[in-house]
């Protein structure tokens, strides 16, 4: 078993900044490959970025990509996402999400094994 628990979400302006972290705990975290979803109200969850177990490669939405940032310290069994040049269609719920290793794409929902509660952002214009 896995537990992930969010934190660093809240309130942001249009063109500012958030970091998110996601604490994992159980499983060896290192064996993990990580994500970052997005669930707007109304909305499908939706993939945002992706950070394989060593962190060597990275996966990016085309909506997030050269604005958002993922990275991970296996150290402290925690990733983050830093958000830059935030924007108001950036506003959801953020869930961090753990799969094995080799269990299929970094992009889709049901890859995913382990999900955490969610932080909500929010970002005003």
């Known amino acids: 078993q896995v537990q992930l628990v969010e934190s660093g979400g809240g309130l942001g302006q249009a063109g500012g900044s958030l970091r998110l972290s996601c604490a994992a705990s159980?499983?060896?975290?290192?064996?993990?490959?990580m994500g970052w979803f997005r669930q707007a109200p109304g909305k499908e969850r939706e993939f945002v970025a992706a950070?394989?177990?060593?962190?060597?490669?990275?996966y990016y939405a085309d909506s997030v990509k050269g604005r958002f940032g993922i990275s991970r310290d296996n150290a402290k069994n925690t990733i983050y996402l830093q958000m830059n040049s935030l924007k108001p269609e950036d506003t959801a719920a953020y869930y961090c999400?753990?799969?094995?290793?080799?269990?299929?794409?970094?992009?889709?929902?049901?890859?995913?094994?382990?999900w955490g509660q969610g932080t909500q952002v929010t970002v005003s214009s």
């Open positions: 950070i394989n177990w060593s962190g060597g490669s990275t």
């Open positions: 159980g499983r060896t975290f290192s064996s993990l490959g």
């Open positions: 999400a753990a799969k094995r290793r080799y269990s299929g794409s970094y992009y889709e929902v049901a890859t995913y094994e382990y």
